[in-house]
């Protein structure tokens, strides 16, 4: 189970970097949410919307300190510092964050229920 999920861990990040829409949207469970290191909070509608975007792009970027905790049979999350740069909507970013991605197995699949980011401190 570790295994699987920290290899779906890299898939999700590996389809940001494609632009994979199609692998984020089959990896978010239905009631996906994302809170921002600013608090805003987007449901799966948004963020399909941002990696569809023509203007959505990703330079540079690497997860670190992954740790992947079960929470039983069907339940787990995934820890782990982003560091990346790129553009949204003409403004460029750069991503210094811890995350946590809460994982959830779903009619026999895995599906992230919601993540959330913070600034990390340096």
């Known amino acids: ?11 999700w990040i590996r389809a940001w970097f494609e632009k994979d829409a199609a692998t984020v949207e089959r ?8 809170i921002a290191p600013n608090g805003l909070v987007l449901d799966r509608q948004a963020i ?6 023509p203007s959505y792009r990703l330079d540079r970027g690497a997860r670190t ?7 039983g049979r069907d339940a787990a999350v995934v820890r782990d510092r982003w560091q990346g ?3 949204f909507e003409g403004t460029s970013f750069t991503d210094d964050n ?3 991605r809460v994982w959830e197995r779903q009619a026999g699949e895995w599906r992230i229920v919601m993540e959330q980011c913070s600034f990390s401190s340096k």
């Open 1 to 11: 189970m570790l295994s699987e999920l920290h290899g779906l861990n890299e898939r």
């Open 27 to 34: 990896l978010m469970a239905l009631d996906y949410l994302y």
């Open 48 to 53: 399909l919307g941002i990696i569809r975007s």
């Open 65 to 71: 300190e992954v740790v992947v905790r079960a929470l």
């Open 85 to 87: 740069a790129g553009s």
């Open 98 to 100: 811890r995350c946590v």
